[in-house]
Structures are given as C-alpha cells and as structure tokens.
Nanobody, 123 residues
Framework: QVQLVESGGGSVQAGGSLRLSCAAS??????????WGWFRQAPGKDREGVAA???????RYGDSVKGRFTIFKDSANSIVYLQMNSLKPEDTATYYC???????????????WGRGTQVTVSS
C-alpha cells in the first residue's frame, strides 16, 4: 500500500522557519524513479503548487516562495523535505506531499498524496 506521511508542521512566528518531511512507503517501483511535489491549500483558496523535484534533481518553485523555500531528498530518495524560511502569515495553509512516476512538477496531477500537515504563521 502506497503511503505518504507528512510531518513537521506547526505554528511559528513570521520570519521563522520550519522543515516539513514526507516519508514514502509501499511503492512498487524503486524510490528513485518518482517525482515529488509540495502543495498547499488555505481555507477558501485553490490548491497551490509550492515546490517540486524530479528524478534528476531539477526543482521548481511557486513564485510566492522562491528564495525562501527549498525542496530536497534524502540519499535513499524515500524522504522528501521542504525547508521553509522567512515564513509569512500568507504561508499559512495545509501542506501536502505528492509523488508520481510522471513529471508533473507544480501541476496538481500526482497519483499519490499525503493527508497533509498544518502550517500556521502568526504575525
């Protein structure tokens, strides 16, 4: 059973940092052939692509987080991280991890999704 589990969310003051983790398990194929993405959704808003990394290590970032967020993988390609720095109140949202063998980058078309982790940034 494919499972993605996010962790690391919480509450932080504006200007602070958080690191989100996404642990994958149950993939039929080797972990290193999957592409990854982070998305977020705030109440009343559409789901937004935040960051993505493909099988070759190429990354993409949403305009609102460029220069502040970084996506990276562990050496075994089974854990994906989102380092969030200089957090702003508008970053408040539920953050979701996604994985797929297809290279979707910031398009919300991934086959596999985590349940999400809440990030709240106070002013």
């Amino acid at each position: 059973q494919v499972q993605l589990v996010e962790s690391g969310g919480g509450s932080v003051q504006a200007g602070g940092s958080l690191r989100l983790s996404c642990a994958a398990s149950g993939f039929y194929y080797p972990y290193n052939i999957y592409n990854w993405g982070w998305f977020r959704q705030a109440p009343g808003k559409d789901r937004e692509g935040v960051a993505a990394i493909d099988t070759d290590g190429n990354t993409r970032y949403g305009d609102s987080v460029k220069g502040r967020f970084t996506i990276f993988k562990d050496s075994a390609n089974s854990i994906v991280y989102l380092q969030m720095n200089s957090l702003k109140p508008e970053d408040t949202a539920t953050y979701y991890c996604a994985a797929d063998r297809a290279r979707w980058f910031l398009q919300a078309k991934y086959d596999y999704w985590g349940r999400g982790t809440q990030v709240t940034v106070s002013s």
